[in-house]
């Protein structure tokens, strides 16, 4: 995912399971990122403010990856 500084990512659980958005990978967290999508529908956001490349996993299912660039 591509965002410009100030921009806002939303995730939105898409499957009848728990997923999170938990910043980091599983070996080395962000404890301050951490969304739980509890059952489909359920969504969160982050607002990247600067610049760089963000890791992030589900803390569920940890070969499911992402990452953020800003």
Do not use: K
């Not at 990512?9 to 999508?37: F, K």
């Not at 760089?52 to 990452?67: A, I, L, Q």
């Amino acid at each position: 995912i591509r965002v410009s500084a100030g921009g806002t990512v939303r995730w939105t659980n898409r499957d009848q399971i728990e997923h999170t958005v938990t910043g980091g990978s599983p070996e080395q967290r962000i404890a301050a990122w951490h969304s739980v999508l509890g059952t489909a529908g359920s969504t969160a956001s982050r607002t990247f403010t600067h610049a760089g490349t963000f890791s992030y996993f589900c803390d569920r299912h940890r070969f499911m990856r992402g990452t953020v660039v800003v």
